[in-house]
């Protein structure tokens, strides 16, 4: 079945530097990824659609330029999360599609996450 | 904006029951509707998918069923078991966007 690989799945970092997370889908291409966010004992809340070779799309409430998204290839997308403060501390998780031309047929693959810890 | 409620927050059932996990959204222009699991810390694992044209779906002790046109589908589990355990979660997916309920904790005790 349709993998999704993320990385690292767990980081502590100090506040102020920056973080990357990897997204991979194993053995499918993925044209189209999601970024969520997790806080404790509260639902996931979706960050941005990262699409292959163009922009990602930001949920309303989510600075772009403070959560850095790369979608370079169709097995690749990359959260930065840059100058970390303690409050972007999250789980932070991709999904991908496996087949993202067929709406009606495309269930949604999620990796095992990240747990930020910004000190 | 899909908005997502899942009902009851939280469950505690003896283990050999069968239970029902609700959940409800707004927009029902909903192309499809998956189920998740996730165990604590962890990410989520897909239980079912529904397609927006069916009625239900199964997958062993699960069943999913799906109201469309009153944005309602229901997760029941038949013969509960401790490694059930989890939070389970419900994503109608509205064109391109999935949005998440906040979840049903389930603990069935052995």
């Known amino acids: 079945g349709a993998v999704v690989s993320q990385h690292p799945s767990w980081v502590i970092c100090k506040s102020g530097t920056s973080v990357k997370i990897e997204c991979r889908s194993l053995?499918?291409?993925?044209?189209?990824m999601f970024w969520y966010r997790q806080f404790p004992k509260q639902s996931l809340m979706l960050m941005a659609t990262?699409?292959?070779?163009?922009?990602?799309?930001?949920e309303q409430g989510v600075e772009k330029d403070k959560f850095l998204i790369n979608h370079a290839s169709l097995t690749l997308s990359t959260l930065t999360v840059t100058s970390a403060h303690p409050e972007d501390s999250s789980f932070y998780i991709c999904?991908?599609?496996?087949?993202?031309?067929?709406?009606?047929?495309?269930?949604?693959?999620f990796g095992n996450g990240t747990r930020l810890t910004v000190t | 904006k899909q908005e997502v409620t899942q009902i009851p927050a939280a469950l505690s059932v003896p283990e050999g029951e069968n239970l029902v996990l609700n959940c409800s959204f707004t927009d029902s222009a909903i192309y499809n509707l998956q189920w998740f699991r996730q165990d604590p810390g962890k990410g989520l694992t897909s239980l079912l998918l529904i397609q927006s044209s069916q009625r239900e779906q199964t997958s062993g002790r699960l069943n999913a069923s799906l109201d469309k046109s009153s944005g309602r589908s229901t997760l029941y589990i038949a013969a509960s078991q401790p490694g059930d355990s989890a939070t389970y979660l419900c994503a109608p997916t509205t064109g391109n966007q999935f949005y998440f309920g906040t979840g049903t904790s389930l603990t069935v005790i052995p």
């Open positions: 999904s991908a599609r496996d087949r993202p031309l067929e709406w009606g047929n495309s269930p949604l693959h």
């Open positions: 990262s699409n292959e070779g163009s922009k990602a799309t930001y």
């Open positions: 053995d499918f291409q993925a044209t189209t």
